[in-house]
């Protein structure tokens, strides 16, 4: 199972598929080509029996901080046909475990997409923030719809509408990720991990996971898709072009001028 791109590195050990990204210079910032080949490796694990567990880490003691903003102003696509879809299908739609390693910044998609792990372990320096509405932007990947159901409508205001940083204790609090460690930690923790499911009954695992996820699959996948259309639009929007202007010209955002 080889990874198609340079920047996601895929290896399989035992029974357990391990996804790194490896972006250490954009701070692993995810390209349409990064989204892909994490889309066709967990569709190639969804289908091939040796695989019963993935972890998804990244490279050099950063998760992800998000979506490519240069990436975004360039217009790339965000439809049913996007590399940034095809991912979130690829990922929500998984039936075997998947656990999620997580160190240093979890920006964006990088927290969101926790939501839709299993099992997720944090390092003590962890940084999860989801920024959509600092950028002009608005909530992805389900998250206005299960945030509010994990940790309570006002902790979900209070992340989504101020925007603010917040660190791995607090993600374990609110039910964002199941366990802070040491730093340095978190990728030996998940294979622990890893390695106690990939000895489990794999029916038995596939089941319980289907079975926990079905009161909410179809509603987070129909808002999903609403907030996907949302976003599209808010990515065409001048809100998010002086946003993501302003973070690469390195100066806050100025949205005084807009009604
Ligand atoms: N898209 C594109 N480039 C990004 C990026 C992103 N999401 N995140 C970081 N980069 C780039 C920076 O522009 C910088 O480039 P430069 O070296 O040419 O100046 C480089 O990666 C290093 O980032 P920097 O901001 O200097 O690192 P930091 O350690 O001070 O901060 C973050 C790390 C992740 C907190 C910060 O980069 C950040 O907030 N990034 C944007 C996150 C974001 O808004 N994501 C989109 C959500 S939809």
């Known amino acids: 199972m080889q990874s198609q791109c340079a920047e996601i590195q895929s290896q399989i050990s035992g029974r357990v598929l391990e996804i790194t990204i490896n972006r250490p210079e954009r701070k692993n910032a995810l390209t349409m080509a990064m989204y892909s080949a994490m889309a066709d490796l967990l ?17 050099a003691g950063i998760f992800t901080s998000g979506n490519d903003l240069t990436d975004f102003l360039g217009g790339s696509a965000t439809g049913d046909e996007s590399p940034v ?54 909530p992805e990947y389900g998250s206005s719809f299960l945030l ?10 209070e992340l989504l509408l101020l925007g603010k940083k917040f660190d791995a204790q607090t993600a374990a609090d609110v039910n964002i990720c199941n366990e802070v460690v040491y730093a340095g930690e978190a990728l030996d923790r998940a294979r622990v991990y890893a390695a106690e499911l990939a000895e489990k009954a794999p029916e038995a695992v596939r089941l319980t996971k289907k079975l926990l996820r079905q009161g909410i699959h179809e509603n ?40």
Do not use: W
């Open 43 to 59: 569709n190639a694990a969804a289908d091939d029996p040796s695989v019963r567990v993935v972890i998804l880490t990244g490279a």
């Open 85 to 138: 879809y095809l991912f979130m299908q690829a990922l929500y739609n998984f039936p075997k475990p998947v656990i999620a390693a997580v160190a240093g910044p979890a920006v964006g998609i990088g927290t969101t997409l926790l939501l839709h792990c299993d099992l997720s372990i944090a390092e003590d320096d962890a940084v999860f923030q989801m920024p959509f509405v600092n950028l002009g932007l608005c």
């Open 148 to 157: 509010p159901r994990i940790m309570g409508h006002a902790k979900a205001s």
């Open 220 to 259: 987070g996948l129909a808002t999903i898709r609403e907030e996907a259309n949302h976003f599209k639009t808010r990515l065409l929007s001048e809100e998010f072009r002086e946003a993501a202007t302003a973070f690469m010209e390195k100066r806050p955002a100025d949205f005084s001028r807009f009604d």
